[in-house]
């Protein structure tokens, strides 16, 4: 079956995408096996003149230059106060104590990697076809209970409902786009159609921008998602535009948009393959989830006029809607609206691993188990290729390597609630960033609702 779908939408295989870590590591394969015995030092004379002695030198190994090994040895002493420094970066402590959130970490990657139990990598497509099944039962039968009964007193459970599980297919979806769904790029690709278009969603287009927010999470510049705003920018927006970006419920619909024209500052379009979000040996990709996006607006089309347009706004275009403000809500608030201001990067100061410490985790309640536990963020940023079954044990497993980098996030009750506040808060008071420096954090614009705001 699969491979008769296959066919007739003309995809192929997507390569397995992770993103490229910058860290600088040497891999502990190039690290020789038994040390060489060390040559004779040179005169001192032989060394440069800011020198005690010459520098070591590691790249595979202890390497020689001209017969002599050069050992680095400062000729002033560090002062106190530099050292003081540079424990406080290295352990991400402030003057008085306090934690300092946008201070490099005193681990690497590799670090929170090894903690995690090997088991959590691995990937059963049995499994995570069962999660599609139980998520289209649902659906259908949802819709079949609401026509049945045809209650108005109904109606609107309904939509929360069925809104929540299109959200629900959404990240089954995503899970097919990092390839987390399966080890099987074929069937990623058609489950991951299948799904996505069914929501209005664009695979591919997705797919790609969302891997691009992967692999640039907390630049300020290069994040595809919810990025920060510079100053400039958002000074050039009109105030009608400002004013809806952060008012709700607006910025919670701009899904839609998002999709045909990304965010302030960036240009281009989901479902153009020509789009600035792609390069050329992806537009075959682009046309064919574009394609199958077509089709199913036709369907709906078709089903409006055959079923009448009312019936098809209640049973899916408000669900719909539903849906988009879930994923509104669940994108923003993974990357905003902490108690403490989390920092954003640029140039030399951001990495994979800084950046990907930036989101937080969020409970949802019961909803979790509905959304298949997207809350557990932190990790599946840092590694989007564990299936989201194993999400929260991965997490716990890092959580002593990553200490207090990571946040815990506030207990939910069996509905998120409590997240609205958090939302509200961060509206109010996250508008942009300035123009300039490495390490930034969100300001507050006092005269954007015509009066002053507290940060």
Known sequence: MASWVLSECGLKPLPCVYPRIRNGLVSNSTLPSKVRPLPKLLPLRTCKSHYLGCSFRLSGGLRRDSG????????????????????????????????DPGSPPPFRLADVRAAIPKHCWVKDPWRSMSYVMRDIVVVFGLA???????????????????????????????????????????????????????????????????????????????????????EKIYKSLDNATRTLRFTLPFPMLAYPIYLWGRSPGKKGSHFHPSSDLFVPSERKDVITSTACWTAMVALLGYLSFAMGPVQMLKLYFIPYWIFVMWLDLVTYMHHHGHEEKLPWYRGKEWSYLRGGLTTLDRDYGIIDNIHHDIGTHVIHHLFPQIPHYHLIEATEAAKPVLGKYYREPQKSGPLPFHLLGALIRSMKRDHYVSDAGDVVYYQTDPQLYGQKTSE
């Open 144 to 230: 079949a209970v609401a026509v049945y009964l045809n209650n108005w007193a109904l109606w609107p459970l309904y939509w929360i409902a069925q809104g929540t599980m299109f959200w629900a297919l959404f990240v089954l979806g995503h899970d097919c786009g990092h390839g987390s769904f399966s080890n099987n790029p074929n069937l990623n690709s058609v489950v991951g159609h299948l799904l996505h278009s069914s929501i209005l969603v664009p695979y591919h287009g997705w797919r790609i921008s969302h891997r691009t927010h992967h692999q640039n999470h907390g630049h300020v510049e290069n994040d595809e998602s919810w990025h920060p705003l510079s």
């Open 68 to 99: 002599a090994l050069n050992v680095s040895a400062p000729l002033r002493v560090t002062p106190a106060g530099e050292e003081d420094e540079k424990r406080r970066r290295d352990t991400g402590v402030k003057d008085g104590g306090e934690f």
